[in-house]
């Protein structure tokens, strides 16, 4: 399974404008760092983490 381009372009967005890492991305969203490259360059999911992903991303735009 993979992140839509809105996914994963939200991702990239939000980690850029919270200047942070790969790594401290990884564990605001709950997820191993390796995986959140893997998010962040496109790969294959598990659906689960898709899911991890996409419930943190609507998190931080409720936010706002």
């Known amino acids: 399974m993979y992140l839509s ?13 919270m200047n942070i890492n790969t790594k401290e ?13 893997k998010a962040l360059t496109g790969h294959s999911l598990k659906p689960q ?6 419930n943190w991303l609507l998190k931080q735009y409720l936010k706002n």
């Open 5 to 17: 381009s809105e996914q994963l372009l939200s991702l990239r967005r939000l980690k850029g404008e």
């Open 25 to 37: 991305l990884s564990t605001l969203i709950g997820i191993h760092r390796h995986t959140a490259t």
């Open 49 to 54: 983490t898709v899911n991890k992903i996409n």
